[in-house]
């Protein structure tokens, strides 16, 4: 399971961050609610791009003592199963989906020149298909603006509230991803798999924690 880690300020300043274990380690497990500090597991590394930085980042991982699951500790400028930061594809869709701007100059407004189009349909596709859903979360940090369709003014309302201030809103309270769950996973961030045979489950989740692993994007 991945939670975020309220944490505002450079990259290298979050890397020195991950020295102290403490530093926003959990008070109880997120998972089975057990109300202990959860012991400090080690870290796995994950790819990640920013405007300046194209690398790798360490996320910290903690440990339930009586569940024996793990939960990852996430940046809050990262997203779940993306490689690219909150504020990266946050300026890319208010250019390209609000602005109307091309493929071309959204990417460049989103500090990515070379980006191949591609992954901006990507992400504009994904936007699209969670814009009414998004409104409807996000009126807890912004109004509703007056807007002719549901794309324009969840655009409007993540512009007014800030991307990076939503993304920690949307995820930690609500489970909501900016783009939406990959297809693999149930709306609440788990593993979805298929019911054994003869099962009337059509689907479950799994108990099991998730070890993020980053779709191309």
Known sequence: MQILHPFSGSLQQYEEALADPGRGRPDHCPQCDAQHPLRAHGFYRRTFVEAGFDGVIRV??????????????????????????????????????????????????????????????????????????????????AAPPPARHFLSRALLML??????????????????HLLGWPAFLAPQGRRATLGSAGSPEKSKTHSTCLVPRPLPA
């Open 159 to 176: 512009q007014a509230a800030g991307g990076i201030a939503a993304h920690p809103f949307l995820f930690s309270q609500l489970r909501v």
């Open 60 to 141: 910290r991982r903690y440990l339930c003592r009586c569940c024996q699951r793990t939960v990852s500790l996430l940046p809050e400028f990262a997203l779940p199963y993306l490689r690219f930061s909150v504020a990266v594809i946050a300026r890319f869709l208010i250019a390209r989906l609000l602005e109307g701007r091309t493929l071309v100059e959204a990417a460049v407004v989103a500090s990515q020149p070379h980006m191949p189009y591609q992954r901006g349909q990507f992400w504009a596709r994904r936007f699209r298909r969670q814009a009414e859903a998004l409104c409807a979360a996000l009126t807890a940090l």
